[in-house]
């Protein structure tokens, strides 16, 4: 049972490149997230789904674009990277507490750096 | 403002003692309420979940939620240097009502001095 699996583990780019960060977790959870993490700022919530098909907006979603086309796989896209988009990004994998959806399983992160 | 306080230390405690982490919070939709581990260089782990006011206890991990301050606390007895880490709060509301989205403190670090 691997969990929650982030890929890359580090990436650096240029501004304007583009790329997708990969998210995979083998739970059968429904409940997926982004999140990136910045120093003092906590984590924040870029985009998150609810199940295949069904995807919304976090706190900080512009930039970021987001596809939920099977339960196992969420995959975040930066469309131009710009500096202001280096940041450590966590995605999140979650079950039901009593009927509640919540961030239970996070992966182990992606540090991406913008230059 | 945001709507959930922590301090983000650091914090410096020698082992054996008792730790106490704690969080303030604006909303009063929150119901749920979250502890979580971080080691450096890692994802956050969950550690503790609470539902409304109350206290939690598992092992040497206790958290209270006090809905009515709102400010949540977690205690850690015995401490270890194994528990050197940030601990994050988090919280969110009822799902359905516009308030699922989970909502997280900045952090505490934590040192445990052997």
């Known amino acids: 049972n691997a969990g929650v699996t982030q890929t890359p583990k580090f990436q650096v780019l240029k501004t304007g490149q583009s790329m997708t960060l990969q998210c995979a977790q083998d739970m059968n959870h429904e409940y997926m997230s982004w999140y990136r993490q910045d120093p003092g700022m906590g984590l924040r919530l870029i985009h998150y789904?609810?199940?295949?098909?069904?995807?919304d907006q976090g706190e900080v979603p512009n930039g970021y674009n987001v596809s939920r086309s099977t339960t196992e796989d969420f995959p975040l896209r930066l469309l131009s990277a710009a500096p202001s988009q280096t940041s450590v990004y966590f995605c999140a994998s979650s079950y039901k507490f009593g009927g509640l959806n919540t961030e239970a399983f996070f992966g182990q992160g992606t540090r991406l750096t913008v230059v | 403002q945001k709507e959930v306080e922590q301090d983000p230390g650091p914090l410096s405690v020698p082992e054996g003692a008792i730790v106490s982490l704690n969080c303030t919070y604006s909303?009063?939709?929150?119901?749920?309420f979250m502890w979580y581990r971080q080691y450096s260089r890692k994802g956050p782990e969950l550690l503790m979940y609470?539902?409304?006011?109350g206290n939690k206890e598992d092992g040497r991990f206790t958290a209270q939620v006090d809905k009515s301050s709102k400010y949540i606390s977690l205690f850690i007895r015995d401490s270890q240097p194994s528990d050197s880490a940030t601990y994050l709060c988090?919280?969110?509301?009822?799902?359905?009502?516009?308030?699922?989205?989970?909502?997280f403190g900045t952090g505490t670090r934590l040192t445990i001095i052997p």
């Open positions: 988090a919280m969110r509301g009822v799902p359905n009502f516009g308030n699922e989205k989970l909502t």
């Open positions: 909303n009063s939709a929150f119901q749920y």
């Open positions: 789904s609810v199940g295949a098909g069904i995807t």
């Open positions: 609470t539902y409304s006011s």
